[in-house]
């Protein structure tokens, strides 16, 4: 197992032996190792001070995929003191706009190819353009000392409930979130990790870029999803952790079923063999997790997490993975179920929101002191999200404003239903909501993506459904479309769904 760092002031790459010759990140052809990373870090450290002794929390954001620069570039903001503001490179102007805005950027990160609405926007709002090229080269200088309670990161909320918001997490908070999953899913230095998710999200910054950085380990960084160049390498046996959202990993089940069998069990055999394939973001429909380990013999690894809190729950990594759970609560992390009476719930199956306490929980919500206070309960962060405990272990019922259908005087799971009704052979895709109905309260509505040459209406949909859901479960309106509407992690952004039944 890979040394633990003893400090976190501030987040930096750990103890590794060799240092000057273990490989960090492959980049296309290039790779790098950990002392020539660390040497990149500092020099953007460097020159983003330009004289100055410290940042002091100047918000600098970058606009870059996954790359080299991209992580020095993370790192050199940290070791300056800065709050690195991480974007999403494909976001429309509109959103970059709110972002830069919001946190109020001061200076821009991107590449020679940045494109030229963003440098308009910039110059517009006043924030300075700077090339990552003019960055590289910069000779060291003596680098502040960050106290672990500065701010580090402030990454965007997803914005499916409403305008993203900026949630600024600290260098302790990093570290605690980190640090939880290093031991929990057996981070080793020697283990190897593709990174296709988008990084200005935890999944890909926490869970997999950073946590492998701590423990010593290399990271394959991949501009966007390949299946043909991951699974390449999947089938040489070059991964031994593999971290995706569910769409992912229907990806790959649906392009191994295009192949030939003998190239795509090579690939099932090389998933096969890594310790370790995690689905999080979204939640794993349970077909999808028994379909997966079907086909590869992996059991996926589901946990639970968000931008505020890094992860909170998780399945075991030594233990039973139960289909359709996130486990139980990660080491460090408290967990709390309120019911609507705002009382604890200590009842197996009894639905209520979750709320969480600890050192991975997040600052603020940046310039937002409203949002920030009505966010806490008695030091509590209320989640938001609906679970109920089965037998030890958490499942999600989904969002309290989205997911959670008030029909007839039941509460109903959106997640519980939509996880039936993807067993129909028609449904590829589905999306449950509540819709505002005069008799019910809300109806039961879903819009689903059909399989290739099936067809489904309302009502074979409900005679399907006899026996299989309870009638005040069943759906009462039918949508059938060509796609759902998806953010960059690949949750469905229901909101967008409501006008299909209005």
């Keep these: 197992m890979a040394a633990r760092m003893t400090s976190i002031e501030p987040i930096h790459f750990p103890p590794i032996a060799p240092a000057n010759t273990k490989v960090a990140l492959t980049d296309g052809e290039r790779a790098v ?73 001061t200076r821009l990160i991107a590449g020679a190819d940045c494109p030229a609405e963003l440098v308009a926007l910039c110059n517009r ?17 003596t680098l502040p000392t960050v106290a672990p309670e500065r701010r580090a990161m402030m990454v965007f909320t997803s914005g499916t409930t409403n305008k993203p918001k900026g949630v600024v997490t600290t260098h302790a908070n990093i570290a605690a979130q980190i640090t939880t999953l290093l031991d929990a899913w057996g981070w080793q230095a020697e283990d190897t990790i593709p990174l296709f998710l988008p990084l200005h999200h935890v999944h890909g910054i926490i869970n997999v870029l950073n946590c492998a950085l701590w423990a010593g380990a290399k990271v394959d960084l991949f501009r966007r999803f390949d299946a ?57 429909p349970v077909p999808l997790f028994e379909q997966w380990r079907a086909r590869t013999g992996q059991v996926l690894l589901e946990r639970y997490g968000m931008t505020e809190i890094g992860m909170a729950l998780s399945n075991p990594y030594e233990g039973e993975r139960r ?45 937002n002191p409203k949002a920030t206070a ?27 404003s989205i997911d959670i259908i008030k029909s007839g005087g039941y509460k109903l799971s959106a997640l519980e239903i939509e996880g039936v009704l993807l067993e129909h052979p028609a449904i590829a895709e589905v999306a449950v909501i509540g819709v505002a109905d005069a008799t019910w309260g809300e109806a039961v509505a879903a819009a689903v993506v059909l399989a290739p040459g099936t067809t489904l209406d309302e009502e074979s949909l409900r005679a399907w459904c006899d026996g299989r859901l309870s009638s005040y479960k069943m759906p009462r309106m039918l949508k059938v479309v060509e796609s759902l509407p998806r953010n960059a992690m690949g949750k469905v952004t229901k909101p967008d769904l409501k006008p299909l039944f209005s």
């Design 374 to 400: 009505e966010s806490f309960v008695d030091g509590w962060f209320c989640t938001g999200d609906m679970a109920v405990i089965d037998k030890g272990y958490y499942r999600i019922m989904g969002r309290t």
């Design 125 to 141: 709002l006043g924030v300075n353009v700077v090339d990552v090229a003019d960055l590289r080269d910069a000779p060291p200088v």
């Design 33 to 105: 190792t950990y002392a020539e990373l660390d040497r990149f870090a500092n020099a953007c450290a460097s020159a983003l001070l330009n004289g100055a002794a410290d940042l002091a929390e100047e918000r600098i954001a970058f606009f870059l995929p996954a790359s080299v620069d991209y992580v020095a570039v993370m790192h050199g903001v940290w070791r300056a003191g800065g709050i690195a503001v991480p974007l999403n490179t494909g976001s429309a102007i509109p959103e970059l706009e709110h972002y830069l805005s919001c946190a109020r950027v």
């Design 228 to 284: 043909p160049a991951v699974t390449r390498r999947v089938a040489d046996g070059h991964y031994s952790v593999f971290m995706a959202v569910p769409t992912i990993y229907v990806k790959l089940l649906d392009y191994m079923d295009a192949l030939e069998p003998g190239a795509a069990d090579a690939i099932a055999r090389g998933f096969g063999a890594m310790r370790l394939n995690v689905s999080g973001s979204a939640a794993c």
């Design 323 to 367: 289909a359709g759970h996130v486990g139980m609560p990660l080491p460090g992390v408290e967990i709390l179920l309120v019911g609507e009476d705002g009382n604890t719930i200590t009842t197996e199956g009894q639905p209520g929101e979750i709320r969480v306490k600890g050192a991975n929980v997040f600052l603020e919500y940046w310039d």
